[in-house]
């Protein structure tokens, strides 16, 4: 029964596994939009400004603080969502790492970096270049 059990965990490690790739895209797509929104209503502000000053007008008060509004609202929304983004990719970057080093690990120590590579040689001031 242990060969099932270990089949059975591993099933459910890849199950997990692709439940948070699943959430982990969502999220990507939900900032994507997000941003988006954010583009268009900073592209929305830009021509209400252009528009007024090519008219010889001042943009209305009104006008900029609700488009100033929208965009600080639409901005915040995108950097709550590359947060959470930020949040579920560091999750599951260590849960990976601390799965790799489970199942690679040894009664070795770890190698040593090789040396760093010797400068090269000094350049005769003799020869021409």
């Known amino acids: 029964m242990a060969l099932w059990d270990k089949v059975r965990q591993e099933l459910d490690r890849a199950g997990k596994a692709a439940q948070g790739a699943l959430d982990e895209g969502k999220l ?19 021509y209400a400004v252009y528009r007024a000053r090519a008219a010889g007008v001042e943009l209305q008060p009104d006008s900029l603080e609700r488009l100033c509004d929208t965009l600080a609202a639409r901005e915040a929304e995108a950097a709550r969502y590359e947060e959470q983004l930020r949040a579920a990719t560091g999750r599951r970057e260590g849960a990976s790492e601390e799965d790799d080093a489970s199942r690679t690990s040894s009664p070795y120590p770890p190698a040593e970096p090789p040396p760093p590579p010797s400068p090269p040689p000094p350049a005769d001031p003799h020869q021409p270049l």
Not at 35 to 44: G, I, M, S
């Open 28 to 46: 990507r797509l939900e900032a994507f939009r997000a941003r988006q929104l954010a583009d268009k209503a900073a592209q929305a502000l830009g």
